[in-house]
């Protein structure tokens, strides 16, 4: 009996019924996690991972989702037909799950030690003070410091490593067999991400548990899954160990998947180019005002002095963690945002300009954002989103020849069909999203381009068309290039100059290849450990 | 024929999904339509005069009584017998009167007892104090009380969308003065500024119109600057922004769209204020001019009169249907704007 594996998925199916008819999200799947084993599932947004998991805890909205086939063995019960109170005991008793947004997860209203107790008192019936002892153990194992002190606090009050960290102590309150998470570290920062997935092993070890851990980031699969399940379009297409999977991978999905990190060098610039954009001593403070006059008390220095430049056909990669202030400073150079010191545009300086001044000079200078789903107005047609520009500047009217010939060639440019612009958004993927909002800022022709996490919402191997994208327009065009990520990797194959920032400082300026090789910042190297060790 | 997108037609099935709106919208849309050729209904006029084998439309044209043969230059009335007798004298000579032939301002000189005078064959709700018909009264009525509605909703809606959209828009100092002169303004009591202003100047139609205008303003104000505060920090806004696009065309292309949804959700109910304001306007006697049809008027006629229900009894029922019609409306448009409201597999 101790063979069994202590889960057991056999030809699942999910289906979920929808207006449009029905969407077969899993098919036929199968797959078990052994006593004490880590199994990793990997695949892209869509391939059916997330909802596998989600149904072995029947977590999902029936009854428009419902299962045509399969059975889930759990300590002798088949949790596909098991009766709900039953149910509800193996649900955060035996097994448990952490989720990817550890914000939305937790009730902003309650405190730590309520979020916490909550379980205890429910499930295993304890009083007050022994519910509170057990509480500030847990805050313990999960590495939360001076967990005493932290009882009383609430959500927002922590950082999002520590949120996530007390929703694994929530996960871990009842000593589960089996935990599942899913994209766990998705949300967090690099550093944060790292020092998670060290919790998450080392307490499977110390608990003895088995978890099955489910990611698109083949780098954390690798490291801490004994064997990986890779899932596409609803079918588990490869199974194996890691080493096997990563060294010799079988099914040509998975050889794509791999290959498709990023990968490759930046384009080299004309040593002998001028500078384009020059940025001196940028400052960027928010005021704090506090009492009835609200007097401005201090302030929130976002970019604090910041200085740099970059040159035709050159890019700077800007890294740092979540609030840092790169948006901030991105946006501000553009002028979208007020801005002290001084930044110099093909020799002008235009944070003097007025906004009459800088509207004519919005032609050159664009930015791309992040999301592809918010940066694309849904009620406008393709054609019409990137030719609105084109209606300012370039004295086309709408829908006369030049402008429906100028928006098919920048269409035609980023690689999508130029009959796509009578569409509408919400019918493109997310990559194809990402490639017209390229588009639209490449319509103008302009010389500078701010890329503000242009890759971050994008599937790995959708990142790495993207990136290639980029590197072939710069190399056309000459463009300047601000690529803003929290990614070190895709930082690595697209900046010449690279600039890491925290807290609104400088911490590190100076050539890509250089500070990749030998930081000298114990900051820059911290993040370079976290996000280069993960690789393998 | 126009091509609705998915999102549109998911709005129409949950509109008529309210069965009770979807029919009131139709009842209603038939009434107005109906009151809009109350002159071919309702009138002293008659359709048409075949005189002396010559066609004549009195509808449309106004004759000289002189024209058959009376003795004055005046405008014919054609309810006076002199007259119809001096039409059919030749013996070929006919009237094809309208359904009912009075006019809102008409009144029976002929009436059996003295006026108001109780529901007969002749006038079927009666006649009010001055002897003038009521069917014809509640048509004309009806009919400006809508279109007085709609045009007050419409300038309102107007002047309120814009008046949000800047507010919410530009924000700051702007959004903080606006809002202040609002809260101001919402508490002027605008009835006793009405009574006090219409002591000065006789209202019309118009000047009614625009010291309603005044007021009625400020409802669409919130929901509107609420949507363009949450839509200007929008990523594809600031995209815009990028783009060199200017403010009015931001707030036209991008904005306005999100914020078209609350304003169209709104507008039943705006309509059903402005009516119910310009009846008690006219119930106080305050408001269009007298002896114009109204129903608000009818009402004070019915609460004079009390020895005579049925002016109350037609001014009622003609206000309540007209409301719970527009309400009924109101709530279809409201859940075909729900974004929670889906359709649900049968």
Known sequence: MNDSPLLDVKDLSVHFRSEEGEVEAVRNVSFHVGRGETVGIVGESGSGKSVSALSILRLLPYPSAYHPSGEIHFEGSDLLNVAPKRLREIRGGRISMIFQEPMSSLNPLHTIERQIAEALVLHAGYGRNRARARVIELLDLVGIDNPVGRL????????????????????????????????????????????????????????????????????????????VYVMTEGRIVEEGTSERIFSEPKHPYTRHLISSEPSGKPPTPDPGAKPLVEVNDLKVWFPVRRGVLRRTVGHIKAVDGVSFSIRRGETLGLVGESGSGKTTLGLAMLRLLTSEGRIYFDGDDINAFRQSRIRALRARMQIVFQDPYGSLNPRLSVGEIIGEGLAVHARAERGSDAHTERICSALEEVGLDAQMRTRYPHEFSGGQRQRIAIARAIVLKPDFLVLDEPTSALDMSVQAQIIDLLRDLQDRYGLAYLFISHDLKVVRALANELLVMRGGKVMEQGAAKQVFSSPEMDYTRALMRAAFELEG | MMQLSALNQRRLQNFKNNRRGYYSFWIFSLLFFVSLFAEFIANDNPLYVNYKGGSYFPVFVSYPETAFGGDFETRTDYRDPFVQSLIEEDGEGFIIWTPIQYGPSTINLDLPSPAPSPPSAENWLGTDDQGRDVVARVLYGFRISVLFGLTLTLFSSVVGVAAGAVQ??????????????????????????????????????????????????VALVGVVRAEFL????????????????????????????????ATLTFMPFLLNASITTLTALDFLGFGLPPGS??????????????????????????????????????????????????????
């Open chain 2, 230 to 261: 949450r839509g200007r920090n929008f990523e594809y806004v600031l995209a815009a922004r990028a783009m060199g696009v200017g403010n009015a065309s931001i707030m036209f292309r991008h904005l306005l769209p999100n914020a078209m949804v």
């Open chain 2, 168 to 217: 919410g828009y530009f924000g700051g100092w702007i959004d903080l003065i606006f809002q202040r002169f609002i809260e101001v303004w919402n508490s002027v009591p605008y009835l006793y500024l009405l009574i006090i202003i219409a002591s000065v100047i006789e209202p019309n139609f118009w000047i009614l119109l625009c010291i309603l205008l005044l007021f009625s303003w």
């Open chain 1, 152 to 227: 009383k606090s609430y959500p927002h009050q922590l950082s999002g490593g520590q949120r996530q960290r007390v929703m694994i102590a929530m996960a871990l309150v009842n000593e589960p067999k089996l935990l599942i998470a899913d994209e766990p570290t998705t949300a967090l920062d690099v550093t944060v991400q790292a020092q998670i997935l060290r919790l998450l092993e080392r307490l499977k070890r110390e608990m003895d548990m088995s978890m099955l851990f489910i990611s698109h980031d083949l780098g954390i699969i690798r490291t801490l899954a004994q064997r």
């Open chain 2, 293 to 346: 049809p109204s129903l608000g008027e009818l009402l004070a006629q019915g609460k004079a009169n009390l020895q005579a229900p049925w002016l109350g009894f037609a001014g009622f029922i003609t206000i309540a249907v007209m409301l719970s019609l527009l309400i009924f409306v109101g709530e279809a448009v409201r859940d075909a704007f729900d974004p929670r409201k889906s359709i649900h597999a049968p």
